[in-house]
């Protein structure tokens, strides 16, 4: 029985943080076309901040929350403003985006690494209940984070599929000279998206953070999943993000219950792999 | 002295490296983020055929070789008539998945306790380091003049033909898939190679040698001194490695060990730094395109 629902549980649990930062990469993925890898360095972020809130300043853990993802949300407006937005400007290609994203990873990720160090911290969340569902000791924190994680991205969600701004947003993705025509101000809305991509992915360093400990390699550990996870999930589908996301959960806590973690990460990507040579018809080949 | 050559030599087969990405990315158009899974595999075969196996230095560099030809010509036959993102991805995911597993396989690699030591080829004495050295400047160097001479030749202009518009190249009858695959297996097999030479030179392998860091010093050796040039990666790793791994880390003057901790991120950060400026200021790089023309950029969408 446990080998069932174990590993759905810890699926559930290990995805939350996994399918917010997919979201929001996909988001910035369906809006400017490129694989933005420093986004990996958003996630780190936010949980960095959460650190300095909770750990250096002494806040109280919930209180934490909200500043740090809206600084994370206007960090990523900040690398759009001042590298992304200009680059496009000049007319970098897509796949010299992705090396571009690079070197803003590396940037921020050492300069991430100089400010606080290689040690790891753990958020000072108090004394948590534990709880025992189907089987699995988990704790209060990591519930409410989980609930946390599903609101926002219901949230998002329903910004996306249901305001005038996601509908603004997705009009821009689709055909951005034809919203230009509709009166969309294309500049405001990026902003927003940038905004919005920016403050998921701080969340899901945070809750990443609850989940374990904060250093300066977990958005690069998490961006390559992200990346698969926003490929396969359709391109800039929100929707495909998340059922991929939550899968990919379930799927990595599945292994890990069998054998170790770290075969759980080579099992997914060679399966993602396959899954990529299985669904993705190339655009040369077509061409 | 020698720390001096030992650092030259890494420079050397970073050269090497970034070579052969300007063969597989600068000419042919494949974005390969595996560069350190290529040269890692090949350096951990390498050190395991030399060391468990006993094999004489030669045949356990060239088996190393052919076993990471192997393994890129099943990854390239898996990936490449996919689009450039989706190579990207993959490829970064072969290295990802060479990293863990040397990690997890410890009856093999040992894991981070560390495999070794593997031993240099031959034994000049205190001149071992320097002959060894010399080896791998000749090495490298017939890799750079193949690629300067490749551009001339009718291979190389269907590699660029293919880069440049595949569609077409294959309506006119070329085998792109085949010929991407052959120069991808070839130029892998040719980290893996380097991987082995570096397996002599680091003695001692442990599997964060294997971390993306390779990758992406061979990329950003590559943007800046030029993509598209032949001698883009030399030029690269010449700025980079004069700059930062000899001028900085052995004649600056630092003043505590807490300072001397922090200069490989600072290092890294410029790096990062570096390419951005690169690849917006002067995307073709210090060396610009080998060719007259440039390749027309696509529409920009913000």
Excluded: C
């Excluded at chain 1, 534990?130 to 704790?139: E, M, N, P, R, S």
């Excluded at chain 2, 030259?8 to 390969?32: C, E, P, R």
């Excluded at chain 2, 395991?48 to 030669?58: C, K, R, T, W």
């Amino acid at each position: 029985m446990s080998t069932l629902t174990d590993p759905l549980v810890l699926g559930l649990f290990g995805a939350a943080p996994l399918v917010l930062a997919a979201v929001g990469f996909t988001l910035i993925y369906y809006l400017s076309g490129f694989i933005n890898v420093a986004y990996g360095e958003n996630v780190t972020m936010g949980a960095y901040l959460a650190v300095i809130f909770n750990v250096k300043l002494g806040w109280d853990f919930y209180l934490t929350i909200v500043p740090s993802a809206i600084l994370a949300g206007l960090l990523s407006v900040a690398t759009f403003v001042l590298v992304f937005r200009p680059a496009m400007r000049r007319g970098v290609g897509p796949t010299e985006m992705i090396i571009l994203s690079v070197g803003m990873s590396f940037f921020i990720r050492y300069a991430a690494r100089l400010l606080f160090g290689i040690e790891l911290y753990l958020f000072d969340t108090g004394k948590p209940t534990y709880f025992t569902l189907a089987g699995i000791g988990i704790t209060s924190y990591q519930i409410i984070a989980l609930a946390l994680a599903a609101v926002t991205v219901v949230a998002l969600y329903l910004f996306i599929f249901r305001t005038g701004y996601g509908e603004q947003m997705r009009a821009l993705a689709g055909n951005r000279d034809l919203a230009k025509a509709s009166g969309i101000n294309p500049n405001r809305v990026s902003l927003l998206i940038w905004f919005i991509a920016g403050v998921a992915g701080g969340l899901a360093g945070i809750f990443y953070g609850v989940f374990s400990f904060v250093n300066s390699d977990i958005g690069w550990n998490l961006i390559l999943i992200v990346i698969m996870i926003s490929i396969l999930g359709r391109v800039g589908s929100v929707r495909g993000a998340l059922v991929v996301g939550v899968g990919a959960g379930i799927v990595v806590a599945f292994v890990t219950q069998v054998t170790q973690s770290l075969y759980a990460q080579v099992v997914l990507l060679v399966l993602f792999i396959l899954v990529l040579k299985l669904t993705r018809t190339s655009a040369a080949m077509r061409g | 002295m020698s720390y001096l050559i030992f650092v030259l030599s890494s420079m050397v087969v970073l050269i090497g490296l970034a070579t052969l990405l300007h063969l597989q990315f600068g000419l042919t158009g494949i974005v390969n983020f595996g560069v350190a899974g290529f040269w890692g595999v090949g350096l951990y075969v390498f050190g395991i055929l030399m060391v468990d196996l006993n094999l004489p230095f030669i045949v356990a560099l060239l088996l190393a070789t052919v076993i990471v030809g192997v393994v890129a010509f099943v990854i390239g036959w898996i990936v490449l008539d996919l689009d450039d993102q989706a190579v990207l991805v993959a490829t970064l995911s072969f290295a990802t998945i060479g990293f863990y597993l040397v990690t997890t396989e410890k009856w093999l690699t040992k894991g981070v306790v560390g495999f070794g030591t593997v031993p240099f080829p031959f034994d000049f004495g205190s001149s071992t380091e320097l002959v060894f050295l010399l080896l791998l400047v000749t090495l490298t160097s017939l890799v750079v003049l193949y690629a300067r001479r490749i551009r001339s030749q009718p291979f190389g202009r269907l590699l660029v033909g293919i880069r440049d518009n595949e569609g077409l190249a294959r309506s006119l009858g070329k085998p792109t898939f085949r010929q991407k695959l052959v120069i991808f297996t070839v130029t892998s097999a040719l980290m893996g190679f380097f991987g082995g030479m570096s397996a002599s030179l680091n003695h001692f392998l442990v599997p964060y040698l294997l971390s993306p860091t390779i990758t992406f010093a061979a990329w950003i050796a590559l943007i800046l001194g030029g993509k598209r040039h032949w001698a883009g990666g030399l030029v690269g790793v010449l700025v980079i490695g004069v700059i930062f791994d000899i001028l900085i880390e052995t004649y600056a003057p630092i003043p505590t060990t807490e300072a001397a901790q922090m200069i490989p991120n600072i290092k890294y950060m410029l790096y990062g730094l570096l390419l951005v400026l690169v690849i917006m200021f002067r995307p073709e790089g210090i060396l610009g395109a080998h060719a007259p023309r440039r390749p027309r950029r696509e529409k920009p969408n913000v």
